[in-house]
């Protein structure tokens, strides 16, 4: 049974389309996180999520919204795609300060 | 602002030893040890909560500097299984976790 798990697993979109990417939790965590890693392999923070109240919105354009419908699911809509967004992104739940990571989205846009 | 490791990649043989460095220029509360293997997500490995505190995983320990803001990896007697990118991980009085910049380690038969 997957505690953390996110679809879809692969993502390939043209520029400018709006896509999203779903996260569930099933381990009972008030916080749940969204990170971007890039090519080089940085695991940045976008956002962070407490009993679904928005606590961290790291320097993200606007076109990034999370959405919070409960505490077990951080969905993650991107709005108006850009070349630059190509990148793995992973949600992410925690108890305290020990952090479960979904298996990672890898969003390609052409 | 992100914790800083080093080296930025290393190489070993089954059987050696490294250490990896993590460095925060913030007062840290907690620092989290991770490791992602190619392709997966990064898996938990330890957190050391208080200062001085070390702790072990398998042959995998690390110590945790409060004052220095600083913590240590060390993977002893090498395996194969190791190879992998580690992620020190650091939360403020906010839990707001931030991994460092990675340290790539191959290790090779």
């Known amino acids: 049974d997957t505690a953390v798990s996110q679809t879809p697993k692969y993502l390939v979109t043209q520029m400018g389309n709006d896509k999203s990417i779903k996260c569930e939790q099933n381990?009972?965590?008030?916080?749940m996180y969204w990170y971007k890693q890039d090519s080089k392999k940085f695991l940045k923070i976008m956002f962070s999520?407490?009993?679904?109240?928005?606590?961290i919105n790291e320097t993200v354009p606007n076109r990034f919204s999370p959405k919070s419908p409960d505490k077990a699911h951080l969905n993650l809509h991107i709005n108006s795609l850009e070349l630059g967004d190509s990148a793995v992104y992973f949600c992410a739940s925690s108890h305290g300060a020990k952090a479960f990571f979904g298996q990672g989205t890898r969003l390609t846009v052409v | 602002q992100q914790p800083v490791q080093s080296p930025q990649a290393v190489i070993l043989r089954e059987g050696e030893d490294a250490v990896i460095n993590c460095s925060s220029s913030k007062a840290l509360y907690s620092v989290h040890w991770y490791r992602q293997k190619h392709g997966e997500a990064p898996v938990f490995l330890m957190i050391?909560?208080?200062?001085?505190e070390q702790k072990g995983h398998e042959k995998i320990s690390a110590s945790f500097n409060e004052k220095k803001q600083q913590s240590s990896l060390y993977l002893t007697a090498s395996q194969l299984s190791y190879s992998g990118t580690y992620f020190c991980?650091?939360?403020?009085?906010?839990?707001?976790?931030?991994f460092g910049t990675g340290t790539r380690l191959q290790v090779f038969p």
């Open positions: 381990l009972g965590h008030d916080t």
């Open positions: 999520y407490n009993n679904k109240e928005l606590i």
């Open positions: 991980g650091t939360a403020d009085n906010t839990d707001k976790l931030i």
């Open positions: 050391l909560l208080k200062g001085g």
